[in-house]
């Protein structure tokens, strides 16, 4: 993993991706938890192909805006959306109140921060939403269920046990399984609640290169509370403080020359 | 100041006072002992008179008769059927509306059913017992005037009604207990949250629930002035719920409510029942706590 | 990459929205078919009962004639079982559960103890009348009386008179074991100042629970030959001379609510199936204004502490 070692000054060309399309976009976000005003006007672009990354303090939001991507919030009473999260290339306010959340959930999966995988098998785990969109041949969800754990780069540690129950995997490998569950849908975006925290260094390292290779495919939207990982990983990165977006940059930009002083102040770790 | 002479008394004063809490822990123990005991004691001097096997296989319970017959089958044909009837409307009920408190109320309407649910478990069995025999019974006949007013059928459908609570209040701390994540993880993927519920819930809980069901089973098997005042006293070999006959409870009843004198026939042959009984308990109670056991550890 | 939902997966999506609002209607409709067909019956016990819920109805002993008979005797009777069941099982139940919560050690007897007590929790009532019918009835020979049905009912709730103060005492953090430690208490000083004070009221919330299940318990007092027909009071409990109490009391026959309901119920006249209504709504009222004292009190307690 050393090629993956902090090197913030590495004069390669990171973003040629950068100028790809917009795959989604928040425009005035504003979020409330009953009487808490949790996000407070947020615009962001989510890029296609990319890697963007979510840093802040615990409490800054950051969750809280990721999981606004795929409706998680709707699951609990009180919470409110106003604003709008624009999801392209079809254009629509995925926040709308015409907009269903489970068609939603079926184009922007996730991936927790704990590893969650259901008490079945691999096998039953990753086809999980395959099973969800009404998905039953047999013959076609052994291909996807193959086609997503090799991309999850779990496929030759599990092909032989398919059928074991997803609790016996170590914790990395849960992990991955989860991402796998996420990707057998094909979806457009994943996000991922802090995704590593949970994991050792290992474990950590060959998840980042997963979501490396991801990009080529999806968009990535990641929380992290790490600021060497999203250095590491992310192409874009936003900074978010007490619910708002102090900052958005390239993550080259934002880690070495920030134009705000409270961004500075954060990544040098005088506080948060 | 330390005085040694005051140590030494407070020290066996607090022997003292040890000793008395365990014995009263142990007496739960001697209580156990004390049952299975006394049983066995009042029930062996009938296994001198019938032998083990037709006990087992006789077709006919007549103990007080001249022809006396002694087969608990009998007893137990009618202790499964009143239990068979009330588990058709405990388990899918009590299922359902564990599954819709858990995953589907709100907060404020789970809050106030579970009191509920816990005050109708508290209702005194002899009043079921009257709602089954006149009140359950009568409106069965409407439908099916050939009822008698003796019948399984009524006994079990109240006893499934009482049942109920126990079963929904079980599984619903079951499904309580399944983490949040694992629901999120299941909604992420889109899916509903029936389909959550069924295919995500239900299989994590899948241990507590059983322990639901076998406590509920337990409840009915052991469940005596329902069946003792709904279903008739008479044993009669039958699986027919629409007839009159009595569980191995029922039958300890009718023959407690005559007079019975020590070391009579009839004295023994209720201890004999009363064994069948604590055994058939045992071994769901055996069961359950080993399921409630795994359900706590898995997470 | 996928094309935005197609059609299909919309058509998809809704019959999974239809199926689960068909479950939230079953589910509520389950719900409320339990508790309507439960509140029919509870309403058509009192329409029943009512008019046979008269103060002579209180004061009146059993009869042959129907309108004259009353359950004097049945609650008199109730009251004094429950008067030796929570004499017995309050002190044994709540040491039983201080000594499991506070002192036992972890090892197999212990195991075993827990076990146990679990277990008796899962026996049938009626085994505990047969219980009673062999040791008290006979083997200690106190007959029929009081004190055999009293006895047979603080078994019946020992367990969950132990459980309900292992949950009360486990409430209790252990910072304040260690508040009473640290100034010198010893073990039984921290339990009997400090511990089981706190947690009285949850304590409470279990005997409740436990002596509303045996007031309404009628297997087990069958099982020892409890008399139906009792037109008599038992000896009063305090007398006019020299020690003023008597004991006398225990060693009489006696009936109780549940069985005098029973004996009603079996009748096959209607005019003692409406005593058996009253009997019943009596029955009902007491044990479950018992269970609402008891949620009442545990609800009480959650708000009230913050440890």
Avoid at chain 3, 56 to 72: D, Q
Wanted: with cysteine; aromatic share 10%; charged share 15%.
């Amino acid at each position: 993993m050393v090629e993956l070692a902090v090197n913030l000054f590495d004069d390669a060309p990171r973003h040629e991706l950068a100028v790809a399309a917009l795959k989604a976009e928040a425009r005035n976000l504003n979020f409330h938890y009953g009487g808490f005003h949790a996000l407070k006007d947020i615009s962001l672009p989510v890029y296609d192909h990319s890697i963007t990354a979510l840093i802040g303090p615990s409490g800054c939001g950051k969750s809280t805006f990721l999981r606004c991507f795929n409706r998680m919030h709707d699951l609990y009473p009180g919470n409110r959306y106003q604003g709008e999260i624009v999801l392209y290339p079809d254009n629509v306010d995925i926040l709308a109140p015409s907009v269903d959340p489970i068609e939603v959930r079926m184009r922007i999966s996730m991936v927790f921060q704990k590893p969650n995988p259901f008490p079945k098998s691999i096998f039953e785990n990753v086809a999980y939403g395959l099973k969800v969109r009404g998905i039953t041949r047999r013959d076609e969800v052994e291909a996807k269920v193959e086609e997503a754990l090799r991309g999850a780069a779990l496929w030759n540690e599990v092909k032989d046990r398919l059928h074991d129950l997803a609790s016996n995997l170590s914790g990395g490998q849960q992990q991955r399984l989860c991402i796998a569950r996420a990707l057998a849908i094909d979806p457009e975006l994943v996000l991922f609640d802090e995704p590593t925290s949970a994991l050792d260094p290992i474990a950590t390292a060959s998840i980042e290169e997963l979501m490396l290779e991801l990009k080529e495919r999806v968009a990535i939207l990641i929380v992290t509370h790490n600021m060497q990982q999203a250095a590491r990983v992310s192409d874009h990165t936003a900074f978010l403080y007490m619910g708002e977006v102090i900052e958005f940059n390239d993550t080259k930009k934002l880690f070495t020359m920030p134009d705000k002083k409270q961004t500075e102040d954060y990544i040098t770790g005088r506080f948060g | 100041m330390l005085n040694p002479g005051r140590s030494r008394s407070r020290r066996l004063r607090e022997r003292l006072i040890e000793t008395l809490l365990f014995l009263a822990a142990a007496s739960s123990v001697a209580i156990t002992f004390a049952i299975v005991f006394i049983l066995v004691k009042e029930a062996l001097p009938l296994f001198r008179e019938v032998p083990l096997a037709s006990f087992l296989t006789d077709r006919q319970w007549t103990p007080l008769f001249d022809d006396a017959h002694f087969g608990i089958m009998t007893l137990i044909a009618g202790t499964a059927t009143t239990t068979a009837v009330a588990l058709a409307v405990a388990i899918p009920m009590g299922t359902v509306i564990a599954i819709y408190l858990s995953e589907f109320a709100s907060f404020r309407l789970r809050e106030t059913i579970k009191p509920i649910l816990e005050l109708l478990g508290a209702v005194p069995t002899v009043v079921f017992g009257y709602f089954a025999l006149l009140v359950v019974t009568p409106l069965l006949q409407k439908l099916y005037p050939d009822l008698p007013g003796f019948n399984m059928l009524s006994a079990g459908l109240v006893m499934g009604v009482m049942i109920i609570p126990y079963v929904s209040s079980v599984s619903e701390d079951a499904m309580r207990a399944v983490p949040m994540h694992l629901r999120e993880g299941s909604y992420a993927m889109g899916a509903t949250r029936l389909q959550t519920a069924v295919r995500v819930v239900m299989p994590a809980a899948f241990s507590g629930l059983a322990a639901a069901y076998i406590l509920g089973i337990s409840r009915a098997v052991g469940e005596t002035m329902i069946v003792a005042i709904a279903a008739g006293m008479q044993p009669n070999f039958t699986v027919n719920p629409l007839e009159p006959a009595a569980t191995i409870s029922a039958f300890i009843v009718q023959v407690c409510l005559g007079d019975l004198p020590h070391d009579s026939l009839g004295y023994k042959t209720i201890f004999a029942a009363g064994l069948t009984l604590m055994l058939f308990t045992l071994v769901f109670n055996i069961l359950g706590y080993w399921l409630r056991k795994r359900f706590r550890e898995i997470y | 990459m996928t094309p935005a939902p197609t059609a299909n997966l919309r058509k998809l999506i809704a019959r999974h929205r239809l199926r689960e609002q068909l479950f939230t209607i079953i589910g509520l409709l389950a719900l409320l078919i339990g508790l309507l067909v439960l509140l029919g019956l509870f309403t058509q016990l009192a329409v029943t009962g009512a008019p046979r819920l008269t103060p002579e109805f209180f004061t009146s002993f059993p009869s042959r004639i129907a309108e004259k008979a009353g359950i004097l005797s049945a609650w008199v009777g109730s009251l004094l079982v429950m008067l030796v069941t929570a004499c017995t099982a309050i002190p044994l139940g709540v040491a039983a559960g201080v000594y499991l919560e506070e002192y036992a050690p972890k090892n197999w007897l212990t195991a075993i103890i827990e076990i146990n007590v679990m277990n008796l929790a899962g026996v049938p009532s009626i085994i505990y009348g047969l219980l009673a019918l062999g040791l008290f009835v006979y083997q200690f020979g106190f007959g029929q009386s009081i004190l055999s049905a009293g006895l047979t009912l603080a078994l019946l709730i020992l367990p969950i008179v132990i459980v309900a103060t292992r949950e009360a005492l486990r409430a209790v953090p252990g910072s304040i074991r260690e508040a009473a430690y640290a100034l010198g208490a010893t073990r039984w000083q921290m339990v009997s100042h400090h511990v089981v004070p706190y947690s009285a009221g949850g304590i409470m919330t279990g005997v409740i629970i436990g002596l509303s299940r045996a007031i309404g318990e009628t297997a087990p007092i069958i099982t020892i030959g409890a008399l139906t027909f009792i037109a008599f009071l038992p000896t009063p409990p305090v007398t006019g001379e020299f020690p003023f109490l008597s004991f006398q009391w225990l060693k009489n026959p006696f009936t109780v609510l549940p069985i005098q309901m029973f004996n009603w119920t079996s009748r096959p006249e209607e005019a003692f199936q409406l005593n058996a209504a009253a009997a019943g709504v009596v029955l009902l009222v007491m044990t479950l204004a018992m269970n609402a004292l008891a949620i009442w009190l545990r609800y009480r307690i959650r708000r009230k502490i913050k440890w």
